[in-house]
Nanobody, 122 residues
Framework: VQLQASGGGLVQAGGSLRLSCAAS????????MGWFRQAPGKKREFVAA????????YYADSVKGRFTISRDNVKNTLDLQMNSLKPEDTAVYYC????????????????WGQGTLVTVSS
């Protein structure tokens, strides 16, 4: 699976952005997918995940209630709607996919997109 993330940019605090991840190479309906982010000088951290059919979603506490993850297994896409953005959301955001997910957020790592930069100004 090849993943291509897009949609990053510069936004003011309180604003919204929608990230997209386009998958190619094979259908994504058989993989768990997720978003991670890495801020300057920090480790990559989990943001959100969604199971294969989309029936279960998971969020980091820091984004719960503000971000929404979704997927379209027909279009082979993964999205992250980000609302009420804060300066601390500034990071490079990566989409990822996992063939056989153990349930550990950081086990979503078989495939990675190239990252898209989100900058939130105060």
């Amino acid at each position: 699976v090849q993943l291509q993330a897009s949609g990053g940019g510069l936004v003011q605090a309180g604003g919204s952005l929608r990230l997209s991840c386009a998958a190619s190479g094979r259908t994504v309906r058989s993989v768990t997918m997720g978003w991670f982010r890495q801020a300057p000088g920090k480790k990559r951290e989990f943001v959100a995940a969604i199971r294969r059919s989309g029936e279960r979603t998971y969020y980091a506490d820091s984004v719960k209630g503000r971000f929404t993850i979704s997927r379209d297994n027909v279009k082979n896409t993964l999205d992250l709607q980000m609302n009420s953005l804060k300066p601390e959301d500034t990071a490079v955001y990566y989409c990822a996919a996992e063939n056989f997910w153990s349930g550990d957020y950081y086990d979503i790592n078989d495939y990675w997109g190239q990252g898209t930069l989100v900058t939130v100004s105060s």
